[in-house]
C-alpha cells in the first residue's frame, strides 16, 4: 500500500497496526525486497516435549499408576516428571509440569477416600430395609 503511494499512518489505520511496526516493514522490505516480510519463528524457548511425547504424556494419565510401576493408584507432579525423565530424557520441575498440565486442562484433584472396613453388602443391606423405613 506504501508502494502504492499511501502514507504509513494511514497504512496502519487500514491495517489495525502501530505507525512504528509499518515503518519496520518499510525498513524491511527495502533491506531485503519480498523476503524480508516473509514471517519469521517468535523467538522463545523451544519446547520441552514434542507432539508426540505430549500425547504419551496424556495417555499415561488415562492409566492407572500402579500399572506404570508405582505402589499407588494416585498421581502426582513428581510421578510424571519421574516418567518423563525415564522415558524422553527431559526434566521438568515439578511446578513447571502443574503450569504445563493446567494449561491442558487438566486439574489438581484430591481421590475419593473409602474406607477399609467398608462393607457394601452391609449397606445395600441398610438401604433396603433401615432407610425406607427411617424415611
Partial sequence: ?????????????ILG???????MWMARHRAAGEAGLASRPTPGRPRYLTPAQEEQVKAWLTQKPTELGFRTDLWSARRIVDLIRRHFDVTFHPAS?????????????????????????AIAGWVKTDWPRIQ
Fill in 97 to 121: 509440569l502443574r503450569r504445563w498440565l493446567r494449561d491442558r486442562g487438566y486439574t489438581p484433584q484430591r481421590p475419593a477416600k473409602k474406607a477399609r472396613q467398608r462393607n457394601d453388602e
Fill in 17 to 23: 497496526v502501530h505507525p512504528v511496526t509499518v515503518a
Fill in 1 to 13: 500500500m506504501v508502494l502504492d503511494g499511501r502514507t504509513q499512518a494511514a497504512v496502519a489505520v
